[in-house]
Each structure stands twice: as structure tokens, then as C-alpha cells.
């Protein structure tokens, strides 16, 4: 099996997802497709946010779109590149928003590890990806498993914060039930969308103050 590695910790999720077609399908298409071509993350790296932040001491999800598709830069986080590589536009955004609400010159580790270990499920909504082609790999049922984990951790976790950035990640929100969590929505940290909600937004802040009100530990940024 292509997805033998699966994080334990996520063990009832993967479960109910594995006994579905479309999870055996889209595990077919995804074994044929690095079989044939570069494909991004490395296939270690595919379920990697999972591994670095179980369900347990989950308190931040970040939604994003799809990996990157340059050499060397996915490392299966949203948003995170490798350490060594150029920043893009996205994370540095996200970078500045982090300096200007804290006032400080953050030591920016863009691998977004340290986030991860501290609670943080920096989520793709499609998890891997053809070299130089974004997006070549939605449609093969990533979506189905990734809404299938937005809804699992809104029924089976509480008081988490759902950062919500840009319209796409925003047509999320339907699958978080409940008044338990915290939705944080703006515009997306990119180029084209920053200066109209994002920088200004403060969503770093507001999951900290969120995390101090439900008696849980702020993330260190």
C-alpha cells in the first residue's frame, strides 16, 4: 500500500477513510502518478502534518490550498517551505503580519516545525502535487479526506481555533459544527489578496487571546 505510513495518533480518522472507494481510488492515482513523474512532497512527507500534531494537543488549524510545487520547497505543512529555501511571497506575508503584531524581528524558521509540535495542523486541502503544475493533483479526492478532517476534528475536538484564509478556505466553514471552536477568517496572506484584509488582521493575537480564554497554552510564534 502507497499510504502505508499513517500517523497512529489519527488512527480512527485514517480508519473510517481507508474502507471508502474513493480513499482507495484516489491512493491508486497517487502511487501511479510518483511512480511516473516528480511528485511534491516527498512521499514520507505526505500525511506529515498529522504526524507532527495528533489530535490530542491539537489546537490550531491553518487551511491552505495545495503544496508547493517547486524542487525542495513542500514539506507537507501549509505554507512551510524547507529550511534553506526562498521564501514565497505567502509565508513572507505571513511573516510580516507575525512582526507587526508582536513588534519584534522574528526568527523565522519557514519550516513551520516548531508550530506544528506546539499544536498547530497546518492543513492542505489537497496534500501532494505534480512538479511545476499547482493543483494538478485536485480532483483525486484529497477534498473528500480533507473536508472528511475538518468535520472530524469539529465533532471530536474542542475549542480549536479554524484559520480561514482567502475565499476557498472560507467555503470550509460550513464543516465546523458547533459552538465550541473559533473561526478566524480574512483575506489570503498573497501578494494579490494581503493589502485587502489580511495585514491588519491580527490572527496571530486573536489565537493567542482565544487559547489564554479556554485555559490553553498561546503558541510561541
Known amino acids: 500500500?502507497?499510504?502505508?505510513?499513517?500517523?497512529?495518533?489519527?488512527?480512527?480518522?485514517?480508519?473510517?477513510?481507508?474502507?471508502?472507494?474513493?480513499?482507495?481510488?484516489?491512493?491508486?492515482?497517487?502511487?501511479?502518478?510518483?511512480?511516473?513523474?516528480?511528485?511534491?512532497?516527498?512521499?514520507?512527507?505526505?500525511?506529515?502534518?498529522?504526524?507532527?500534531?495528533?489530535?490530542?494537543?491539537?489546537?490550531?488549524?491553518?487551511?491552505?490550498?495545495?503544496?508547493?510545487?517547486?524542487?525542495g520547497e513542500a514539506n507537507g505543512l501549509a505554507f512551510a517551505v524547507n529550511v534553506g529555501v526562498k521564501i514565497p511571497p505567502s509565508l513572507r506575508n505571513i511573516f510580516k503580519e507575525l512582526e507587526s503584531e508582536f513588534e519584534f524581528d522574528l526568527n523565522r524558521k519557514t519550516d513551520l516545525i516548531h508550530w506544528a509540535e506546539q499544536g498547530v495542523l497546518l492543513l492542505n486541502s489537497v496534500l501532494t502535487v505534480h512538479k511545476d503544475m499547482p493543483g494538478s493533483h485536485s480532483k483525486m479526492g484529497w477534498e473528500i479526506f480533507t473536508d472528511a478532517t475538518i468535520s472530524f476534528i469539529s465533532e471530536n475536538c474542542k475549542q480549536v481555533v479554524f484559520v480561514l484564509w482567502g475565499d476557498y478556505a472560507r467555503r470550509k466553514k460550513t464543516l465546523i459544527q458547533g459552538q465550541e471552536h473559533f473561526i478566524i477568517e480574512s483575506a489570503h496572506p498573497s501578494p494579490l489578496a494581503a493589502y485587502r484584509g489580511f495585514f491588519g488582521s491580527n490572527p496571530f493575537g486573536k489565537i493567542n487571546s482565544y487559547l489564554l480564554q479556554t485555559h490553553q497554552q498561546p503558541i510561541a510564534w
Not at 482507495?24 to 500525511?47: G, M, V
Request: net charge negative; proline share 7%; glycine share 2%.
Open 1 to 71: 500500500m502507497f499510504f502505508h505510513s499513517r500517523p497512529q495518533t489519527w488512527e480512527v480518522l485514517f480508519r473510517e477513510q481507508e474502507q471508502q472507494e474513493y480513499f482507495q481510488d484516489l491512493e491508486k492515482q497517487i502511487e501511479e502518478a510518483y511512480a511516473s513523474s516528480i511528485c511534491f512532497p516527498p512521499r514520507q512527507h505526505i500525511f506529515r502534518a498529522f504526524e507532527l500534531c495528533s489530535p490530542e494537543n491539537l489546537k490550531v488549524v491553518i487551511l491552505g490550498q495545495d503544496p508547493y510545487h517547486g524542487q
